[in-house]
């Protein structure tokens, strides 16, 4: 029984290859139906198809592929012509073929649908006997005749089945069988033979070869197609899924090891053992990447899985449009991960259906424009980069971009204004708005711009950009830019106030470092003169309500974002730098936060939120905080003149320490606030409800200790020269260097006098 199931999955996997195959072919043979080898091409997979389904009982498409067989085999004998016509029907016994196949594997059989193959076996029968499609009559019960041999130019004669009585059916259906077990009987002996003269690579050592293989060993004698087969194995895609997200986690190990590197380089400068555990670092990130390229190979499958449905789907166009056009592909062998292979296949084809239909003019036109009558549409991909370019153009009419303003404004998608601000290029993503056509009239072939905001949608899940550019008359160009894989990608890790943040590489155009003054407020927004353009501005802390604690400088960092036709400057408080990153989802509570398309773990453990670069530009809209005045307020600063006006943190966790510390300070009349430890103490500073003036720590604090506390602190810009004193009972060398490293401003070590400690206050609050 578990033979039969993986002799049935083989047949699944073979045939579907096989019917992608032959639907490609059929189109360029009806383009060259004197081409021989091509029609004997066709004829074999048509015989391999119905060989194996008649092995596995499977009736009804058997029957099928027998009637679509005579009538190849009639093309092949040069007894039919192969016109539109016929290639039509054809081609539609193809598609009830993938029907049949698809109810094989969802039901383990191809009748379950009850799908009627009589009228198409009519018709095909009709073009094998050299009759009129159009005076067929019903279809007529037929038995599938035994098979063709292709390796004989003599056929067997046919057995009319009519005629015989049922256990002569059953005796000639007992015959069949015992031929084709016969059949594979030799074959398996003549594997075994070749094996035996040529011994394959052990077992261990054959699983080592990569899923697609491409070196094959030839037998002798010609090789084998069993030989070859050793050289390769079938791995389940989940199974390269689960060692993606293995590979995913070692790169985060590799990213975590390079970080303690780095810090443990810093504080051991000079020790002998560095040296080594750089090299082994060094040689962990190699073998991390190297591993990580071969499991990214391993998933990768060339873009002609998709492209080769579109002959077909242009064809149809072209005979339900009445034009005439054909379709060019090129580059179809460029390899893109599995998982985005099976996505883009939707945006291409309605790319694609929108160039014939609205972009291809008719023959007529296309005559008095001086054109040939056939158009052409390119299909394209090839390697930039990190980046698979996928690129569709047509011949056509092209895009008017006045037009296309024009119906916008018509829908009140954009102001009157903004059509006139407008590049072409701007005018050409118009078509991407949702509800957005050009159509005159709906036809079931929509209208460039129809839909097309799906397409934009579904791109842009992917990481990926459209482009567009045309030129009226001549015809228009679209590419599609897909990273390679979704799994691991580059990105450029950014800090807005305490939060940090990934924004994918692909879509970062640059990053500038600007004067506050050179940001103006136009009508609410926030815009930056660059180079003569004039770029919309919003910070990152607005888009996702990030609270305001890090005091602004007069210069700030801005990175540049550009989706397609738009661009966007994001306002960051730091550049912490480029970042290989693994993708991981937020979970099925988090994963619809606008603007955030998933998480990384970073090299120091800390979880970094994604940014979903269109959904951030979409929010960035509905943004208008005037910056420059925001951060002109926060600038000014409240004048003390009397000493209560200024405010001292005290921090320990002895009440009894923190009383005395208050008594010491109580000639002065500055205000005092207390915190128990270095957690409570940073929560209080970060919540801006005091203005502090200066901090006094202790050192041995639970939760956190001074030295942790010190360091945090310093980590603001707006804290960076608060005093910070140290009270401690901590006199060592050592001890007292760690306090200047970490930011401590004053070291004073118990037992002190009052009197002292409020020097030491007196003199860093300036109070004279």
Same mark, same amino acid.
């Given at each position: ?16 290859e ?5 639907d ?6 009806e383009?060259?139906?004197? !081409? ?26 058997t029957?099928?592929?027998h ?13 039919? *012509? ?11 016994? #193809? ?6 196949l698809?109810?094989?594997? !969802? ?9 009627d193959?009589?009228p ?44 015989l009585?049922?256990?002569?059916v ?11 077990k ?16 040529n011994?394959a ?6 699983q ?5 293989a ?21 791995? =389940? ?31 051991? %400068? ?6 080594e555990?750089?090299?082994?670092v060094?040689?962990?990130s ?11 190979k ?10 080769? *449905?579109?002959?077909?789907? /242009? ?17 179809e062998?460029?390899?893109?991960d ?13 790319m694609?259906?929108?160039?014939? !239909?609205?972009g ?5 036109t296309r /005559?008095?424009?001086g054109k ?13 980069? +990190?980046?698979?370019?996928v690129e ?7 895009l008017?971009?006045d ?16 059509a ?9 993503a ?26 934009k949608?579904?791109?842009e899940?992917?990481?990926?950009? #459209?482009?567009? %550019?045309?030129?009226?008359g ?6 599609l830019?897909i990273?390679l ?10 800090g ?22 050179d ?7 926030n ?15 607005d888009?996702?309500?990030v609270?305001?604690?890090? =005091? ?8 540049v ?11 960051? %408080? ?34 970094t ?9 979409? #929010? ?5 905080? !005037? ?12 004048? *003390? ?10 921090v320990?966790?002895? *009440?009894m ?13 500055v ?11 940073l ?6 409800e ?14 956190? %200790? ?6 945090e ?7 960076k +020269?608060?005093?910070?004193?140290a ?33 030491v206050?007196r003199? +860093?609050?300036?109070?004279?």
């Amino acid at each position: 029984m578990e033979d039969i199931q993986e002799i049935l999955e083989d047949f699944l996997v073979e045939a579907f290859e096989l019917v992608e195959q032959i639907d490609h072919d059929l189109v360029e043979l009806e383009a060259n139906p004197e !081409d021989l080898e091509l029609l004997n091409r066709i004829f074999r997979v048509a015989h391999t198809v119905k060989g194996s389904s008649s092995f596995l009982n499977f009736d009804v498409l058997t029957k099928l592929t027998h009637h679509m067989e005579d009538v190849l085999n009639k093309a092949r004998h040069n007894e039919l *012509k192969i016109t539109p016509e016929v290639m039509d029907v054809v081609l539609e016994s #193809i598609d009830m073929m993938k029907t049949l196949l698809n109810s094989i594997r !969802d039901n383990g059989n191809d009748t379950a649908i009850g799908l009627d193959i009589a009228p198409i076996c009519t018709r095909l029968t009709a073009i094998s006997e050299g009759e009129s499609l159009e005076s067929v009559a019903p279809a007529k019960t037929e038995e599938p005749k035994e098979e063709v041999k292709e390796e004989s130019k003599v056929e067997e004669p046919e057995v009319d089945v009519n005629k015989l009585s049922d256990d002569e059916v059953e005796a000639e259906i007992e015959r069949l069988l015992k031929v084709r077990k016969a059949e594979d009987q030799a074959r398996r002996a003549e594997k075994k033979k070749t094996q035996e003269a040529n011994p394959a690579p052990s077992k261990p050592a054959a699983q080592a070869q990569n899923a697609t293989a491409e070196k094959k060993v030839p037998a002798a004698g010609g090789g084998s197609s069993g030989a070859n087969m050793d050289q390769t194995i079938r791995v =389940e895609v989940k199974r390269l899924d689960h060692l993606m997200n293995l590979i995913g986690e070692l790169v985060l190990g590799k990213n975590r090891l390079l970080k303690i590197y780095d810090d443990v380089e810093e504080r051991y %400068d000079g020790e002998k053992f560095l040296e080594e555990l750089n090299q082994v670092v060094s040689q962990l990130s190699i073998v991390t990447t190297d591993i990580q390229l071969a499991v990214m190979k391993t998933r990768m499958q060339p873009i002609a899985k998709v492209f080769n *449905k579109f002959p077909r789907v /242009v064809r149809d166009l072209g005979r339900e449009l009445g034009k005439q056009m054909e379709l060019e592909i090129s580059g179809e062998e460029t390899e893109l991960d599995k998982s985005i292979v099976e996505e883009i296949g939707d945006p291409i084809m309605h790319m694609i259906r929108n160039s014939c !239909d609205h972009g291809i003019e008719d023959p007529a036109t296309r /005559v008095a424009n001086g054109k040939p009558e056939k158009g052409t549409v390119n299909l394209k991909a090839y390697n930039e980069g +990190n980046h698979i370019v996928v690129e569709i153009a047509d011949d056509g009419k092209g895009l008017d971009a006045d037009a296309l303003k024009s119906k916008a404004i018509e829908k009140n998608l954009i102001t009157e204004r903004e059509a006139d601000q407008m590049s072409n290029k701007e005018a050409f993503a118009l078509i991407f708005k949702p509800g957005f056509s050009t159509a005159a009239k709906i036809t079931n072939v929509s209208g460039r711009g129809v839909g097309m905001d799906v397409v934009k949608t579904n791109i842009e899940k992917l990481n990926g950009v #459209i482009e567009i %550019d045309s030129e009226l008359g001549k015809g228009t160009v679209m590419k599609l830019k897909i990273p390679l894989t979704l799994a691991i990608i580059q990105s450029l890790l950014v800090g807005t106030q305490e939060e940090f943040y990934a924004i994918p590489l692909a879509s970062v155009l640059e990053t500038v470092r600007v004067p506050i003054d050179d940001i103006y407020t136009i009508e609410g927004k926030n815009v930056l003169r660059l180079r003569d353009e004039v770029l919309s501005l919003v910070r990152l802390s607005d888009v996702f309500g990030v609270k305001q604690v890090l =005091e602004n400088t007069d210069q700030t960092y801005v990175v540049v974002i550009g989706v397609a036709e738009s661009k966007l400057g994001i306002i960051v %408080d730091t550049l912490v730098g480029q970042e290989e990153i693994v993708i991981k989802s937020m979970g099925e509570y988090l994963q619809n936060i606008q603007g955030i398309a998933g998480a990384t773990i970073r090299g120091d453990g800390r979880v970094t939120l994604i940014i979903d670069v269109a959904a951030m530009m979409d #929010i960035a809209k509905e943004i208008k905080v !005037d910056i420059k005045a925001q951060i002109e307020a926060q600038a000014k600063k409240v004048v *003390k003149e009397k000493p209560s006006d200024y405010t001292v943190l005290i921090v320990d966790d002895s *009440k009894m320490d923190r009383n005395i510390i208050q008594k010491s300070l109580e000639p002065l009349g500055v205000s005092i606030i207390e915190a128990t430890n270095g957690v409570e103490a940073l929560n209080t500073i970060k919540s801006g409800e005091h203005d502090i003036d200066a901090v006094l720590i202790d050192i041995e604090m639970p939760r956190m %200790d001074g030295y942790t506390l010190a360091g945090e602190i310093r980590k603001y810009s707006k804290y960076k +020269n608060l005093p910070l004193v140290a009270v401690t009972s901590r006199t060592s060398k050592s001890d007292r260097l760690r306090g200047v490293e970490v930011g401590m401003t004053e070291y004073i070590t118990k037992p002190y006098s009052p009197e002292y400690l409020e020097n030491v206050v007196r003199k +860093n609050l300036k109070l004279g």
